[in-house]
């Protein structure tokens, strides 16, 4: 009777999500298959619907997260590795804070409204299994919950319902693992107990207290136990290293530094764990220590996925990942991806009952199901090794058929030197066949010391030395004493010096004590200054107090200043708050204006609140708009929901709008 019953509002909940969008089309009013599978069917439709109305609440205020998570947990119930509908009465959604029951008020009725949830004599539940099956965002708090929280859930209400019937103290619990367990999580920051099950462990605790003097030593050895604990446990401790790897999903820092090390270098790891014991709950790409990093240039952490559509610098570069824990297998199960203003980019969601083979999907910063930007991979499955290590990463499509990631690669394989870096890598195809990435390389092999890569090969299909497409076939750096790459040198097939495409053997670097570039000069294959195919030898920098490259001069083999292939001397940058470049503008040998080749002497930049560049507009060397030879002087762009280009618009510089 009751899965008859779940149909009606299963089927309502599906005409109205087709009505929508039969109606946005006004087109004709045909519900056609369509629309069905444009919605995503019914699980994609109710997920997204579910996710939407989460979105909305969040937006309002920031708590109905836990609230929602609080609700959820308590109308589903785990057994025997599946998941299913419980119903909850009244008075189990019933919390201690005023707050709170306000916010679950409001919770249930825009559910209720959205038929994703129903009433039925004073008992709460989901409308439909499709929900459970579908929605990612349960999913995650599910797994997170862990199997064990739900049973210590089921025996803590039933428990606390016997007791509140007729108060008897004979129903408390008086001793053992499940009172501790319940005290520690009413003290936990994401605590899910209600009101009833607080009253109920506080009589407990009550019940339990013992003697004066026993209690008096038990405060003592507490207290001693306590520090301990708290340093053991909760104490958030901050660590640097040179690198880090992956271990059963878990970060772990590799070639360890100090404080003052870490702020004389131009790149370095920092992870955040809580407790001595605890897992690392957060890491950063930092330079000098402190700053989330703007660009890569020192490949730290050589793990494809973590800068999945985003590209290798600029503000939408992902420098900050936030990790959550699968309390059963002890691994990651939820990595969330954010740049240096902390937007979230994309997660990763794992699933699988073992450590050794875990499967992550990608989900964008809405919560929705997404894919890899440059690839059609929606998933990513892991296998790992005896000591924990990711030996094998193959993308799939959302129906588990081999897909293709942004490297335009099916399947990577890896290998591991002794201090866990990444030293070998290899390509394959959807059928396990060696084939090229999109540098034109099917092996990757690389030597480390102290913690830097000094070496860089790439190898074909049949293991031989190959060309990739910036035409070498390796590198070969060294390092300063803080662990800045000082020099690299690019070599063909036998290992020669060569040039690369852009018309260089090689660069040296140096900088200054906060590991900032100050300057970069070429060389050719004998190792004299030399231009490349921008026209330069090189270029001096200088920086802000947070280390944005304001300034960059250009200079020749004799290190007078030089013109570019675009016709300027020195680019002068400015910075917003989240550190994008908001302006660039161009000078002569002089330091005045210039126009570059394109006929501008500066360009303004304006961005959304995603990050997504929405205007740039042209300019001359007094400060007034100004015209490209196509006659535009501001070019406006428009985003989709998730980040996507879905249009532009030109104008002149009187603002009016252009025809192409």
Known sequence: MREKNSRLPLLSFALRELYIRCARRNADRLLTE??????????????????????????????????????????????????????????????????????????????????????????????????????SVLETWRVQFGARAFVQKAELAEASRRWHADQRSAQLWHHGEPLRAALRVMHAEDAWLNARERAFVTASIRRRRLGIGVALAGVALAAIGGLVVWDTYYRMHVSYYCDFVRRWGEPEGVEPLSAREARARASSVKLVRKGHGGHVLHVERVRCGEDLASTNTAGLSYHPELELGSSAEGGRMPCQWDFAYESDLNTVIVETVRDRAGRVLYRMQYRGEEKARRVAQFIDEKGRNSHIVGGNAELVEFVRSAEGFDTEKRFLTGDNEPARNQECVSVEIYGYNEMGYVDHIQYLDEKGNPTQNKDGVAEVRSKYEHGNRVELLYYDEAGRPTWDKNGISGWRSQFDEHGNETERAFFDQAGRPTRNTGGVAGWRSKFDEHGNQTERAFFDEIGEPTRSTRGIAGWHAKFDEHGNEREQAYFDQAGRPARDK?????????????????????????????????????????FDDQGNQIERAYFDEAGDPTELATGVAVVRSRYGERGELVGTTTLDKAGKVLQF
């Open 34 to 135: 369509r629309d069905y599978a444009d919605m995503g069917r019914l699980c994609g439709a109710l997920a997204r619907r579910a996710s939407d109305l989460l979105g909305e609440l969040i937006a309002q205020d920031a708590a109905y997260e836990a609230t929602a998570r609080r609700v959820f947990l308590r109308m589903v119930t785990y057994e025997d590795g599946e998941c299913f509908r419980q119903r909850v009465h009244r008075s189990e959604l019933v919390f201690q804070q005023g707050a709170e029951n306000q916010r679950v008020a409001t919770l249930l009725a825009r559910f209720r409204e959205a038929r994703l949830i129903r009433l039925d004599k004073d008992e709460w539940e989901p409308a439909h299994d499709w929900l459970l099956r579908g929605w």
């Open 566 to 606: 675009y016709g300027v001397v020195v680019v002068r940058m400015k910075f917003d708050r989240q550190g994008r470049v908001s302006e660039q503008a161009y000078f002569d040998e002089a330091g005045r204006p210039a126009r570059n080749k394109h006929g501008i002497a500066s360009v303004r930049l304006k």
